[in-house]
């Protein structure tokens, strides 16, 4: 069992990533490369209690998650979240919340993985949202729902 983790410097994921380190789960995290660079590559990490060594796959965002290799894994948990900009309309932050959930989406169905998706999504997230942030949590919720992988909304 090894877990894919996107968004794992956030408050929610720093707390995960010691929960798996201290249970000696084998686990790689995601990072956005900030280079632009157009290939996913993965850097070894620090080794943890049992000697697994978690991994950061650095990625285009959002359209390197599709390349994930998603057999090599049991579960991807998703807490990545958009990072708003000020001049944002609603479409484009509920754009923003969707890539990222629709390139894990794709990569996992591509790959014939069997691994489901664990999404933290927000109590804000209704259909009628007034936020852009709401709105986007409510429409990838969707995404998920209309997907034939496994899925779990928190």
């Not at 995960?16 to 995290?29: K, S, V």
Request: proline share 4%; net charge neutral.
């Amino acid at each position: 069992m090894r877990v894919l983790v996107t968004g794992s410097n956030g408050f929610i994921g720093t707390a995960l990533i010691a929960q798996l380190l201290e249970a000696g789960i084998p686990f790689d995290i995601v990072e956005r490369d900030s280079r632009g660079a157009d290939d996913t590559e993965k850097v070894t990490g620090v080794k943890n209690s049992l000697d697994n060594s978690p991994g950061i796959w650095r990625i285009r965002w959002p359209q390197g998650l599709s390349t994930l290799p998603f057999k090599e894994y049991s579960s991807v948990v998703h807490l990545a979240i958009a990072r708003p900009q000020s001049n944002d309309s609603i479409e484009d932050a509920i754009a923003a919340q969707c890539a990222p959930l629709q390139a894990l989406i794709n990569g996992i169905t591509k790959s014939g993985a069997t691994c489901g998706i664990l999404f933290m999504s927000s109590q804000s997230a209704t259909r009628l949202a007034v936020s852009g942030y709401g709105r986007g949590k409510w429409e990838a919720e969707q995404l998920l729902r209309a997907s034939s992988i496994a899925w779990t909304i928190i």
